[in-house]
């Protein structure tokens, strides 16, 4: 039955991302059914109003409707099997569970599956990052019993293996965000690229782009991505981003810096090779009482360097530990 109820229009390549910062802000409204048309995505809110959405309309375009949204078929949710809310990520088909307790994992894992009908695989997390090529181990609970999968991101299919590649779905508006930034014939360096989300949406708008990897797996991965999205403009390489990027020296007008943990051992190489007035994007992880220490770091390396630096923007992504957050700081590479 269709019923008239709030929602939001967004262009149909942001549809997902934006679905997905909704859920995690608590306004999607699951009862009723998201629709589109050839152009837009249409979905329902719980409210039209308050900060989070306009957070959302910073990035995006779209438009408060109120429209005839169909209601859902009713279905069981995890939280009425369990009696609680379940906490848990997902990746393509596949959900890693993230328990309270270690022996409410199993029961967890088969909440999901019966009540959440798109998953397909329910894993576990067995150990933490780790390795040069910061990957995770996972103990299978339910379901198929693999690790790899097709995750639907920014009107993208990115194809990974979870135990070979570092993937982190929580991103996906960061990415959109930096995408915005990009223009057509600009070039990029994206010095720790992984299985490329921020890379084919960044060719997807018409940029040049650099992508270096260290670790193999997410190279070929990359490139089976740029041909099942048939993009252009990606060149991939393999080794070391410090090494790799003195080929570019000055003739990048972004950079991106997504590797959180050790980011700050980069800065001279991303300096050298951003063009004058060019934009790094640098990530990293700090407590919630010193969230942008980094700055420090940056304004100390660009003064080494010879470079002033402006800050752009500075932002929280996402939580990643009990007061510790994965924070963003943008800014622009003065060398004249």
């Known amino acids: 039955m269709a019923g008239s109820s709030r929602g939001i229009r967004v262009p149909r390549a942001q549809g997902e991302a934006v679905r997905k910062a909704l859920v995690e802000m608590g306004l999607f409204d699951r009862r009723r059914k998201i629709s589109s048309d050839g152009s837009f995505v249409y979905l329902p809110v719980l409210s039209l109003d308050g ?30 099997i369990l ?55 996972f103990h299978h609970l ?6 790899s999968t ?15 590649v570092y993937f982190s779905p929580r991103l996906a508006t960061e990415r959109l965000r930096i995408a915005e930034q990009v223009h057509p014939g600009q070039t990029v360096l994206d010095m720790f ?22 670790n193999p797996y997410a190279v070929c991965y990359l490139l089976e991505n740029v041909a099942l999205n048939k993009i252009q403009g990606v060149e991939a390489l393999e080794g070391d981003a410090a090494l790799l990027a003195q080929r570019f020296e000055g003739h990048a007008d972004h950079v991106i810096m997504n590797i959180p943990h050790s980011a700050s051992g980069f800065l001279t190489p991303a300096m050298r090779v ?14 919630e009482d010193d969230l942008y220490r980094d700055r420090d770091i940056i304004e100390k390396a660009a003064y080494e360097f010879g470079v002033r630096v402006e800050v752009l923007y ?13 924070v963003v700081l943008d800014f622009r590479v003065i060398k004249s």
Do not use: C, W
């Open 51 to 80: 900060e989070p959405l306009l957070a959302i309309k910073k990035i995006t375009d779209l438009e408060p409707v109120e429209a005839p949204f169909e209601a859902e078929k009713p279905i069981v949710a995890p939280e009425s």
């Open 314 to 326: 500075q932002g929280i992504v996402r939580s990643y530990a009990p007061r510790v957050y994965n």
């Open 193 to 214: 690229a992984g299985v490329g989300p921020f890379a084919l949406l960044m060719a997807k708008r018409g940029a040049r782009v650099v992508t270096i990897d260290k």
């Open 150 to 164: 097709i995750h639907k991101e920014n009107g993208l299919r990115l194809k990974l293996d979870l135990e070979k």
């Open 83 to 137: 009696g609680y809310k379940p906490s848990y990520e997902v990746v393509g088909d596949i959900a890693i569970v993230e328990p309270v307790k270690p022996e409410d994992a199993q029961r967890e894992a088969e909440a999901l599956l019966s009540a959440e009908r798109h998953l397909r695989t329910i894993l576990i997390q067995a150990s933490d990052v780790e390795g040069e090529f910061r990957t995770r181990r």
């Open 274 to 287: 951003t063009m004058d007035g060019g934009i790094v994007h640098y990530y990293a992880f700090a407590p």
């Open 142 to 147: 339910a379901g198929e019993k693999r690790t």
